[in-house]
């Protein structure tokens, strides 16, 4: 399994976008992660599928993994994928249809993406499995950038990373998002977590290519990619 970095664009300098992006570009970073509010799902509003098209239009060659935190997410993946989303991640909890949410996004030839709020069962996430490319778990109340690492979410990586491996899906890709830095990170990587979403950790940093390379490596070891 890849270990894969993505800086949030959440935690970017809104006043020069496409500088941020391309700083991301420029960092080695394994893809771009897009937050996308709409004051429902959660109390915050952030951007829409134009900033997904600037992404896109800026750095055409980095990947743009696309968290949807939206109470109808089913009415919105077909602008997302227009705009250029390449993975579309949207929420077990929305209130929407999640098989033919998952199916939508494959059938258009994106990474499918489920994802849970921290109080929510990893069971809750058992049935969708074989339609989700990746699962993130969020270790943190989505809604803003900030906040701290929940570490008890830790259990439900390892509950899911062994019930995928179990039932034939050892190549799910288990996302967390929320408080990751480096410490945070290697605790869920340690777990069986394999991508991971750092948005103020990374945007703070002097160097991200750094950043990122440390982080990368750090994730791996904890993980065992050498040894799996
Ligand atoms: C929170 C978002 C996160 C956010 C993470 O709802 O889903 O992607 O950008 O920000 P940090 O890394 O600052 O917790
Ligand atoms: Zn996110």
Redesign the pocket.
Known sequence: MKVQILP?L??ADFGCLADEIRRVAASGADAL?L?I?DAHF?PNLSFGPDVVALAKRVSPGLFRNV?L?MTRPDLYLDRFIDAGADALQFHVEADCDVWQGLAAIRRRGVRSGLVARPQTPAEALYPYVPLCDEVLF?T????????AFMSGVLPKITALRQYAAARGFPGLDIMV????NDETAVQCAERGANQF??????FRQDDMSAAVARMRGGCARAYGTDTR
């Open positions: 949030s959440l935690a992660h937050d509010m959660v968290h935190m969020m943190v109340n989505p809604g803003y950038g900030g906040q998002d929320g408080g990751i979403v750092a948005g103020s950790f990374m």
